[in-house]
């Protein structure tokens, strides 16, 4: 299964990269672009034991972002699995 | 309890990309009721030392975020299980990190609001001098310390920060040298201009700061930070009449 992973940093909390990133753009002729959010881009290959179903991988996925690929205090993350 | 030996044993962990490490126990050393030891992140036990430093650097490289790896390593659970029994821990700048990614402390330290590394003098302010960390000190002391961190930008929920507050968890802040919280006194945009913070029950503290950096009256940088560890030194061997 091909996994991919997206954390940003929580909503709510400001995020100074995206604000600069944000306030850049119109200097390049490119407008209407708000609310960027910067933040990481995880891939990986996992090999779960077989018959594992989809929706076991995605709950083994949604446990690894929690415990270690996002930090869910400062994070947000999302996350596809795709068989393959 | 009491260390028997009437010397206070300092363990300085040491995590792959720590570099603090020998800056804090040089520190130790210049106290002469207490030692300093350093701790392998691969140990799986403390060694039976009275207190614990978590030293600043860049345990793992940073990877993935400050402190993020070095949470697992073997240590840890030997500083999780004394702090757990009520062990002074000390966590500084990325020591601090990695005791917010372990939960030893609530929130989570950002990057800096300005985006850039900063080294300079802050002003910190007492605000709880009612800890095994801050005794020596009065309510609204200033401290005159150095941060040197990328990622010192303080987080939390507003609720969990409400709590905090009611308890006194908010040890020090940075503030303009009268004493004023202000914007341009605070170094990395923490929420309100937090720098340091302890635990419900203050045997664990984590600040970005650096303490161990104001020891010594012939080297720049004053000795604001000696407060700090006498405190600790004076918990642990129970000199100190500490709230908790």
Same mark, same amino acid.
């Given at each position: 299964m091909n996994v991919r992973v997206y954390v940003t940093p929580k909503k709510g909390i400001l995020d100074p990269q995206g604000a600069t990133v944000e306030r850049a753009l119109p200097n390049l002729g490119f407008s209407g672009v708000s609310d960027v959010r910067i933040g990481k881009f995880i891939e990986f290959r996992l090999d779960p =034991? =077989?018959? $594992? $179903?989809l929706e076991q991988a995605r709950a083994t996925v949604d446990e690894m972002c929690r415990k270690l690929l996002a930090n869910p205090i400062i994070e947000d993350f999302t996350f596809t699995v795709d068989e393959g | 309890m009491s260390p028997a030996s009437g010397r206070v044993r300092f363990g300085v962990v040491v995590f792959p990309g720590s570099n603090c490490d020998t800056d804090a126990h040089h520190a130790i050393s210049t106290f002469p009721d207490a030692t300093a030891q350093y701790l392998w992140h691969k140990d799986t036990d403390l060694a039976g030392v009275d207190a614990v430093i978590l030293p600043g650097g860049f345990s793992y490289g940073d990877y993935l975020r400050c402190g993020a790896i070095a949470?697992?390593?073997?240590?840890m659970q030997a500083v999780r299980d004394f702090a757990a029994d009520g062990g002074l821990v000390i966590g500084i700048c990325n020591g601090f990190q990695i005791l917010v990614e372990s939960g030893l402390l609530p929130g989570g330290l950002l990057r800096n609001m300005g985006l850039k590394f900063v080294c300079r003098y802050v002003n910190l302010r007492v605000e709880n001098p009612a800890t095994p960390f801050t005794h020596t000190c009065r309510e609204g002391d200033l401290l005159r310390i150095i941060v040197k961190h990328n990622e010192g930008n303080y987080a939390v929920d507003p609720t969990t920060l409400a709590q905090m507050k009611a308890r006194g968890q908010i040890v020090l802040r940075y503030a303009d040298a009268h004493g004023k919280l202000t914007p341009a006194a605070n170094p990395n945009g923490s929420v309100e201009n937090i720098a340091g913070i302890c635990n419900e029950t203050f045997n664990v503290f984590g600040m970005m700061p650096h303490p161990e950096n104001s020891v010594e009256a012939h080297m720049a940088g004053g000795t604001d930070g000696r407060t700090i560890f006498q405190a600790m030194i004076d918990s642990a061997l129970g000199r100190a009449e500490v709230k908790a």
């Open positions: =034991p =077989p018959g $594992t $179903t | 949470r697992f390593s073997p240590i």
